[in-house]
């Protein structure tokens, strides 16, 4: 069976930091390309950062330059650090993993709440 279980979520204040971690297992994720997305409440699931199994990055301009996609050495975990939080930034966060073959997988999601 195939797991993505997301961690490190919580509320912090504007201006804060956190790491989310996504852990995965199951499968060999090291080929695959890894993502975070969020979901804010009433608005569609947005693609926050991505990288790939080479290691490029990329990140929505809404978080370019305050945030950091990155995995271990196994490349069975990827992380996201946030930096310098905004309260639109709160939302519920995925971990979600494409294979080369293009399947999908999701993790249930950990809460970011930012207060003002």
């Known amino acids: 069976q195939v797991f993505l279980v997301e961690s490190g979520g919580g509320r912090v204040q504007s201006g804060g930091s956190l790491t989310l971690s996504c852990v995965t297992s199951?499968?060999?994720?090291?080929?695959?390309?890894k993502d975070w997305y969020r979901q804010a409440p009433g608005k569609q699931r947005e693609l926050v950062a991505t990288i790939t199994s080479g290691g490029v990055t990329d990140y929505a301009v809404s978080v370019r330059g305050r945030a950091t996609i990155s995995t271990n050495d196994a490349k069975t975990a990827v992380y996201l650090q946030l930096n310098t939080l905004k309260p639109e930034d709160t939302g519920v966060y995925y971990c979600?993993?494409?294979?080369?073959?293009?399947?999908?997988?999701w993790g249930q999601g950990t809460q970011v709440t930012v207060s003002s």
């Open positions: 199951g499968r060999k994720f090291a080929v695959d390309t």
């Open positions: 979600h993993s494409k294979t080369p073959y293009g399947v999908e997988y």
